[in-house]
């Protein structure tokens, strides 16, 4: 995404108060006890091992570790991933990288 | 079939760049489920029967492998029974005969007017061909079938058939309505017994005696002809003439009587049945009296409204005392009037009473009384006969 465009859209969220990860994709995640973590707005796989699932969200990614770890399911723009969740890392994308 | 039933495919993908698969297939919208890995390069998951040709897409190209193993939803139960080819076999073959047998008259069943009424329009039927097991189509009609039963059944007014499935549910309605008397003949009231006549009640017909006289057995009381000398008309006749008559009775009854008591020692056997069959008696000694009344009870369970087929059938066992007693004279008069009365009234009829009775002769012997009484009674001596000539006087 260009630059001028982020900056539209973030100037047209303060303006009219918009929430922001409304405006930008941003990935919202609950993570429930340690067993279940749920997440919206992702953007795919990158990698899926039994210790570790990496995620695409928006201008990043986000590393799951943990042990025995399993997405339930993976519908549009929704996930689910189970087990013994241990830490949950957001990676924010470094200069060359592209999303 | 299966695309339109629900159900999932278990899919094992392998490849270095499977990554990417799964990146495909979440761009083209595809859920999946279960993912998890299972080897390095190596992740297994479930999709949606339908997007199969999806993940066929996803994968070209991408040097990865994937197999597909059996999954689990309606779709394969589906696939499953119709695998089965005795079961669907089976599955024409009854519907054959459930179809096959709905054909036929199983029960024929009359409702309404007197069995009589029934009976005879169920021979009709029968004639006709309406029978059980005899295929519905080739029966006669209602249509044609009314004015057949109308013709040969006089009593019947209104008939209608009505099928119920297999059942043909005839429904009778009698003739009903003022029924015409009959033609009665002209006929004569005579004296059926000797006595002292009380009232006279005569409908139709001339009395020829008047009240207290004395009349004999078989004399004429009306006679059914009746008018001026001119024009005598023979008419039935019909009245009630209450006379008094006597009757001696002789009664014997022994002096000692036989009572029956209740000694208040109870037993009770209890026994289930369940569908016809009774399960043997719970807790019973065997002869536990020598004389007992039994009363029986069933009582019956329900369940949700309904009654089921498992009753409890209880018998109790009351024990008797029999014992001889010795009467005085005086009660054994007393229940041998009693006995004599009974009969007099059984022979007199209902609509007779008992004047006056008096004991004419009374003797004790041999632990028997024995007793003669004389009782007075009013009673219909009315006896209606055919007219007959001899007795025109």
Known sequence: ?99 | MKNVLPGTVRVTLKGKAYATVIHRLHRDSVSLHQLKSIGEHEVEFYISYQSLSALRKAVFRSGCTISLHRGKGLAYDVENVVLVRSFMLWLVVAIAIVIGGSQFVWSIEFTGATPEIQQEVNEVLKKEGFQIGRLQRSLTSEDKMAPLLYDKIDNLSWMGMEWQGTKLIVRLKEKQGIEMDEQLSSSQIIASKAGTIQSMLIESGQAVENVNSVVKKGQLLVTGLVGREEDKQLVPSKGIVMAETWYEVNVTIPQTLTVETLTGNMESRTSFELFGWESPPIHFKKNAFSLATEEETIHTYELFGKEIPLKRKSVQFSEINRSKEKLEPSQAIDIAKEVAREEVLSLIGGGGSIQHEKILHEQIENGKVKLTLYIQAIEDIAEVQPYTEETRE
């Open chain 1, 1 to 99: 995404m260009s630059n001028w465009f982020m900056r539209t859209k973030q100037w047209i969220g303060t303006t009219l108060q918009l929430p922001e990860d409304l405006l930008f994709d941003l990935p919202r995640m609950t993570w429930i006890g340690s067993f279940l973590l749920h997440i919206e707005n992702h953007k795919g796989l990158i990698r899926v091992e039994k210790g570790c699932i990496w995620i695409k969200v928006f201008e990043g990614h986000i590393e799951v570790n943990g042990k025995a770890l399993q997405i339930q399911s993976m519908v549009a723009d929704e996930m689910v991933i189970q087990g013994e969740i241990d830490q949950v890392e957001y990676k924010r994308q470094q200069g060359g990288e592209k999303a």
